[in-house]
């Protein structure tokens, strides 16, 4: 019998364990076919990220519109003195939706001693490509990786970790691509398993000029219409449809009500088509809501962090007040 069979982790290549949760895939006919029938129809932004749109989202980082990563990246050089007073020595960095690897690398950097990394994602190629990479530049670092749906929480406690702090890391404003009560239960997910101590150092993009917000995800480049169109080549491509992608265009807009800008696909004439034999018909004018990402202020951050067991005890901003850095410790009086 394997360790794996015994639910142990095991070892794999170079890692110093890797913990295969088998979560289940995310089922990308079940979920296309209900939002296309949905109105008005939409498709979660989870299905992006296949090898073509996970290279476009590489660009659009890139962008010079898109501030988002640029500025969090240039916050973590700046604050790193702090990072490392705060998470101490021997700190274990956990990193959930494990693929931000430059910033991982400049918040090791920063931390200087760090024990340990534990990546976390429901992708295993992608996660195990990440860790072994990570553990070949830091050789000495104990590093794990757990295949695992990290919206479902944060199980550690049977994981050969080194003693330490544990510093969840949630960078990029991912937590703005979850709807309100979705994100509460992402972070829900990480307190349960804290122990006193622990933290979360997470980025949060701000609410701003709508302009800047707007160009943002509309880049003059047409990366990120690049982007949101590659999910209807993909639907073609692995779910026999006929979609004419041409006849589609990328919209960004701000929806300022529920402070965040919404992506869709907009047909620009009718249209019929089927997608694994279903049929689908678009009206002129009619659009597909493929992404949300949310802004907070610094008050509805911290509503949201409060409400789900954390206060926020130190929080970093760039000069221009366009993203937030937030140092969550779990509150125990709740
Ligand atoms: C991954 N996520 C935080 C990005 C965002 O800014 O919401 C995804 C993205 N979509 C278009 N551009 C970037």
């Known amino acids: 019998m394997t360790d794996a069979a015994l639910g142990r982790p095991t070892m794999h290549a170079n890692l110093d364990f890797f913990d295969d949760q088998h979560p289940p895939a995310g089922d990308f006919l079940r979920d296309v076919l209900a939002g296309m029938r949905r109105a008005p129809k939409s498709i979660p932004p989870v299905y992006f990220y296949d090898r073509k749109g996970s290279a476009l989202f590489d660009q659009i980082t890139q962008a010079p519109e898109y501030y988002v990563t640029r500025t969090e990246l240039a916050l973590l050089d700046a604050i790193a003195p702090e990072l490392a007073e705060r998470a101490g020595h021997g700190a274990v960095v956990v990193e959930p939706g494990s693929g931000s690897s430059v910033k991982i690398r400049k918040l090791?950097?920063?931390?200087?001693?760090?024990?340990?990394?534990?990546?976390?994602?429901?992708?295993?190629?992608?996660?195990?490509?990440?860790?072994?990479?990570?553990?070949?530049?830091?050789?000495?670092?104990?590093?794990?990786?757990?295949?695992?749906?990290?919206?479902?929480?944060?199980?550690?406690?049977?994981?050969?970790?080194?003693?330490?702090?544990?510093?969840?890391?949630?960078?990029?404003?991912?937590?703005?691509?979850?709807?309100?009560?979705?994100?509460?239960?992402?972070?829900?997910?990480?307190?349960?398993?804290?122990?006193?101590?622990?933290?979360?150092?997470?980025?949060?993009?701000?609410?701003?000029?709508?302009?800047?917000?707007?160009?943002?995800?509309?880049?003059?480049?047409?990366?990120?219409?690049?982007?949101?169109?590659?999910?209807?080549?993909?639907?073609?491509?692995?779910?026999?449809?006929?979609?004419?992608?041409?006849?589609?265009?990328?919209?960004?807009?701000?929806?300022?009500?529920?402070?965040?800008?919404?992506?869709?696909?907009e047909a620009s004439r009718k249209l019929s088509f089927s997608i694994r034999g279903e049929h689908f018909e678009m009206e002129k004018g009619e659009r597909l809501h493929t992404e949300n990402s949310h802004k907070f202020t610094p008050q509805a951050f911290g509503k949201l962090a409060e409400s789900a067991g954390f206060e926020i005890t130190r929080s970093w901003s760039d000069a221009g007040e366009f993203f937030t850095l937030y140092w969550l410790e779990p509150r125990w009086d709740a």
Not at 160 to 189: H, M, Q, Y
Not at 191 to 209: E, F, H, Q
Request: aromatic share 6%; proline share 4%; charged share 25%.
């Open 108 to 265: 090791l950097d920063a931390l200087g001693d760090p024990a340990g990394y534990v990546g976390l994602d429901i992708s295993r190629d992608h996660l195990l490509d990440a860790c072994t990479e990570l553990k070949l530049d830091y050789p000495d670092l104990s590093v794990g990786a757990v295949c695992a749906d990290f919206t479902g929480g944060l199980d550690l406690d049977h994981l050969p970790l080194p003693e330490g702090r544990r510093v969840v890391f949630f960078p990029g404003s991912t937590i703005g691509n979850f709807e309100p009560e979705a994100a509460r239960g992402v972070l829900s997910g990480f307190r349960s398993g804290m122990r006193r101590g622990d933290a979360v150092l997470i980025g949060a993009d701000r609410v701003k000029d709508a302009d800047v917000l707007v160009a943002a995800y509309d880049d003059a480049a047409g990366i990120t219409a690049q982007f949101n169109l590659n999910l209807l080549t993909r639907i073609n491509r692995e779910l026999d449809g006929t979609i004419p992608v041409e006849a589609f265009g990328h919209l960004s807009l701000w929806n300022a009500e529920k402070s965040r800008i919404e992506m869709h696909l």
